[in-house]
């Protein structure tokens, strides 16, 4: 199994520029979520996925878009970027919760945006 | 909404002695998980704490839940330099059936002089 993927490793976008960060995993995971990680402020939930055709709001939602069309795959969309999305983004996948406790999460390798 | 708090932010120690982080959250968790981040690298799961008061033990490392499910500590005896890294607690919040958010601390960073 390859586990959690993320795609690319590293971006530079522009002010104003779109792009979709990628994320698959290969376990049969119900639960995916994405995290941006910024120094100092730990890890902070965007937007998260129960299930396909499912998506809910994280902590901190404002310039990002999901969607979950298959139990694989959960990319990220940027709509216009702005400096202060310039992060590591983190992907992450579980098998959700069971007996009301959520199942440890499985991260990917992350990607490193950087928005000038 | 729910915050977890985690102390310290830093932490220097000299190889061989011992290392906490302490967390707390601001509502009643039903549980506890613990992450470690190497530098570089990315957040990966050390263990789940979910009864009042449990203790786990993993070689080094001891993980502790309170009674009152609203803090959980973990302590490293005698470091090595191969614990250097970030570590975090997060903690769930619910939204319906099946559906929950994790909150992370801001993590302790951890570093360990040879």
């Known amino acids: 199994n390859a586990g959690v993927t993320q795609t690319p490793k590293f971006q530079v976008l522009k002010t104003g520029q779109s792009m979709t960060l990628q994320c698959a995993q290969d376990?049969?995971?119900?639960?995916m979520s994405w995290y941006r990680q910024d120094p100092g402020m730990g890890l902070r939930l965007i937007h998260y996925?129960?299930?396909?055709?499912?998506?809910d709001q994280g902590e901190v939602p404002n310039g990002y878009n999901v969607s979950r069309s298959t139990t694989e795959d959960f990319p990220l969309r940027l709509l216009s970027a702005a400096p202060s999305q310039t992060s590591v983004y983190f992907c992450?996948?579980?098998?959700?919760?069971?007996?009301?406790?959520?199942?440890?999460?499985?991260f990917g390798p992350g990607t490193r945006l950087t928005v000038t | 909404g729910q915050q977890v708090m985690q102390i310290p932010q830093y932490q220097h120690v000299q190889e061989g002695e011992d290392f906490t982080t302490y967390c707390n959250s601001s509502?009643?968790?039903?549980?506890i998980q613990w992450y470690k981040q190497r530098p570089g690298g990315h957040p990966v799961f050390l263990i789940q704490?979910?009864?009042?008061?449990e203790v786990k033990k993993q070689k080094r490392l001891t993980f502790q839940f309170g009674e009152a499910k609203k803090n959980s500590s973990l302590h490293i005896t005698a470091t090595q330099t191969t614990d250097v890294g970030t570590y975090f607690c997060?903690?769930?919040?619910?939204?319906?059936?099946?559906?929950?958010?994790?909150?992370f601390g801001k993590g302790t960073k951890l570093s360990v002089i040879p």
């Open positions: 704490l979910v009864k009042s008061g």
């Open positions: 997060a903690g769930p919040s619910y939204s319906g059936a099946g559906s929950y958010q994790l909150t």
């Open positions: 376990m049969n995971h119900e639960y």
């Open positions: 996925s129960v299930g396909a055709g499912i998506t």
């Open positions: 992450a996948s579980s098998y959700g919760a069971g007996s009301g406790n959520p199942y440890e999460q499985y």
């Open positions: 509502t009643t968790l039903s549980n």
